[in-house]
């Protein structure tokens, strides 16, 4: 391997310490004093690995080397040390101590680089605590403007800007758009695909474009005993039937899509009341534009179909989207041909989840590396991955870097 | 009419001034100031009507006409002055204040009866306040434990027997079964039939058995995007496809028969993960009991084939119900001949909701008399009825009453 797994585990495991669980994972929410562990950790290593430190208005964190053309655009590589509330060791610190690593292995072996090389700590990528995710990367990109950042609320009150100023981390760089000569993220693929498959690597060459409604759907609030079958307006019954029919939606379209209703309630929720008031959400995603916007047809007719059964009035409202990334051909490859060079199994995939390289693939050649994780379980304490999957992306990620950064 | 329909209207219309709330219905939990305020106004018009008035443990009141023979099980007649919150202005008074208009007849006419006559305002009819319900007729009849009514607590804490304390009204006669000579219920019929058939009175032969069974099922949380649709094990989808069949299972038993669910909860409920635990009720009622058994069946068949399908795991608890309650044939055709001397139009019909009834059934002979309500609604500040619809229920009731109490 290019670089030295040993000291890439032993930086993982003390990243690993700050903001740990009981349960073997971390609670490193945005802007909280586990971040601000995080943040202090990463910029002593980037300090003890010779790179100049700079912090933007958002807090995110570049460090940087400097390359042979040192005005060039830079080569980066990174990812988030925030979690979810008792996320998982891997998701995010992965790719930001990976880029570190690969760093410090271009330190050891006196490798210098036509461009410069920024490893870049991406603020709030997660979002819980402060909707939206990816804040730090869509300000970077111009997709988010920074005042609505700043004014974000968490579930306190507390407001993003006062919790950036708290832990010290609102830095002087402007928070705005700048060329990228390129950038590369390893994350752990949080899905099944290539621990199911057995494929060491994957190489993402995009990100799922996503689609959330909300569905409203009324009836009439009657007696369960009383009210005759033929008679009933029952709000619930149209839902479950629209959600049994949105189910069979992503078989007609593509093996990869994927469609789910995770928020419900209704109303009034009692045992013997026909309920008159449901809501869910549908989440629907794929890479292909137009089979979303077919996606979308057949949820609505469905919707419409069901809702007319039961004699229901309904509302779809759009309640958030993204349309799909497709990354950089060039990028894509150097991620590949390094999963060459090293004789790692690998395939292309698509992203179905959201990273900062969607903000990132604006600015400049962008391209993801996926490594497997158990059960393709992430966002939780269960999280976990062999350390060999974890050398194998930071292998590729250094290899790639190289690369790119001599491009 | 036998009765002074404009004497009853104004008791009816008074007794709506009691908790009433502002949208035209009434506001009278069980043990409420209201509940208090509305027993000393029906105290008052029994004092006033020279009955004889009994408050047993439950607070039941018993206000009793003398007979000839003054030692034979009383004629009843009654329903409930408690209320659902806002609920509406007929649902339970219209019953003891229809009871009380036939005594005041009997008064008027100087008609004697063999047996005495009894107006019951049974405690806690309704139940939303301290559940169960039907709590003080359950007690009157032996069917639930005085000590466990008493020990009853409202959301606040606040137990039964200190409210009944408190409102004054915990009486000195036993609670314990006695001999009923006959029982009837004017009520409300809190359903469509009558009013959408244009028939004038229901003559209630039954009260449906109920049976409420609470489901659970289990899959795997997963991110809403990674995990491909065939890897899933999605609870809301198993959920939504056994309400769909559930939904189907009433018209393969007969026209009559009602299946509901009316809660329904999620975990973790969040618009991008596929939730992993669904719990929800299902509330089925009819007067064949081997018909309660086959609906059982199917209903258990149908989550049983929809786990499967999403590899759930499922658990299915009872949570309450009883069995069919057929009344009494000489009861019932006390209140058709009532009918038919006036020249109203009548049918029979079995109650789906339960009543006092069902208890009073297992001490006596007893019979309900259903009236039309405005689009079967009840239970909402929305209930109505027309008054000529109240004065033929209370016609009816005076004169089944009168045959009974001469029986």
Redesign the interface.
Known sequence: MLINPDRFRQSMEEMARVGATKGGGVNRLTLSDADKQARDLFAGWADGAGLELRIDEMGNMFARRAGRENDAPPAMAGSHLDSVPNGGRFDGSLGVLAALEAVRTLNDKNISTRRPVEIVNWTNEEGPRFPPSMMGSGVFAGAIPLESAYEAKDAEGARFIDELERIGYRGDAPCTPRPVGSYLELHI?????LV?EGVQVGVVEGI?G?T?LRVTMKGE?????????H?RR?A??G???T??AI?EI??KLH????????????SP???????DDVTF?V?F?HSDPDLLREARKLIEEATHREAEKENLEIEIQD?GGSTPTAFDANAARAVRSACEESGYSHRSMW????HDARYAADLGPTAMIFVPCVA?????EEEDMDWEDAYRGCDVLARGLLKMADS
Chains 1, 2 share one sequence.
């Open positions: 693929e949080q899905g099944p695909a199911s799922f996503l959330w609030r009657d007696h369960a005993g009383p009210t005759p079958m008679m029952d619930l019954v839902a479950a039937r959600i049994a189910r992503p078989g093996p990869e899509f994927v469609a789910t209703v995770g928020e419900f309630s209704l929720n009692a045992i013997n009341v026909i309920p959400s989440d995603r309640v992203s179905a989840a959201g393709g379980k992430s966002h939780s």
